[in-house]
T-cell receptor, first 113, second 117 residues
Framework: KQEVTQIPAALSVPEGENLVLNCSFTDSAIYNLQWFRQDPGKGLTSLLLIQSSQREQTSGRLNASLDKSSGRSTLYIAASQPGDSATYLCAVRPSDSWGKLQFGAGTQVVVTP | NAGVTQTPKFQVLKTGQSMTLQCAQD?????MSWYRQDPGMGLRLIHY???????DQGEVPNGYNVSRSTTEDFPLRLLSAAPSQTSVYFC????????????????FGPGTRLTVT
């Protein structure tokens, strides 16, 4: 069974510092991996989607890498701002079960001014 | 596009009552799903559908029913509410693996916060 782990569970950094969030998964047979942001009491907002054939995706200050063979993805957020404070979740879509997106528990990030 | 919409936003039920959580999307996505989110448990898949008339169970299907009569709508029915079903429920949609020229991003609705007393 696919298991998705996010470490650390919580992270606090001063404004301006770069953020590094980790996601690991146990089964490398995935179709894609997606990073989401969730603000308190809100739904999930998609940040980046990486197909299994890709090594990284970039959007503005965000960069996500994928190493499928080692079962790892990393989300980098450059020059963090207080507005980046949120919970970040990663999810993998198994290649043999399109319907069953598997989520990690998330990393709660606080960026202090 | 409104994206994925869910109603109601909040609901309080008594044990044993039934209700339907509504979900609709206007992006012509084939794939729709329901998740529940609980503290310390993350997001868990309840049911999903790969197209109209086709549904399947996820990780935690007991106590819930779904049907998919149209591409746009995917309601979740609680048959006899229990306190263990107190949670935040999210509906999501995406294109399916058959839509090879499209993005496979999963889009989420704003959620329904359900309390069962």
């Amino acid at each position: 069974k696919q298991e998705v782990t996010q470490i650390p569970a919580a992270l606090s950094v001063p404004e301006g510092e770069n953020l590094v969030l980790n996601c690991s998964f146990t089964d490398s047979a995935i179709y894609n991996l997606q990073w989401f942001r969730q603000d308190p009491g809100k739904g999930l907002t998609s940040l980046l989607l990486i197909q299994s054939s890709q090594r990284e995706q970039t959007s503005g200050r965000l960069n996500a890498s994928l190493d499928k063979s080692s079962g790892r993805s990393t989300l980098y957020i450059a020059a963090s701002q207080p507005g980046d404070s949120a919970t970040y979740l990663c999810a993998v879509r198994p290649s043999d079960s399109w319907g069953k997106l598997q989520f990690g528990a998330g990393t709660q990030v606080v960026v202090t001014p | 596009n409104a994206g994925v919409t869910q109603t109601p936003k909040f609901q309080v039920l008594k044990t044993g009552q039934s209700m339907t959580l509504q979900c609709a999307q206007d992006m012509n996505h084939e794939y729709m799903s329901w998740y529940r989110q609980d503290p310390g448990m993350g997001l868990r898949l309840i049911h999903y559908s790969v197209g109209a008339g086709i549904t399947d169970q996820g990780e935690v299907p007991n106590g819930y029913n779904v049907s998919r009569s149209t591409t746009e709508d995917f309601p979740l029915r609680l048959l006899s509410a229990a306190p263990s079903q107190t949670s935040v429920y999210f509906c999501a949609s995406s294109y399916s693996s058959h839509s090879r020229l499209r993005s496979y991003e999963q889009y989420f609705g704003p959620g329904t916060r359900l309390t069962v007393t």
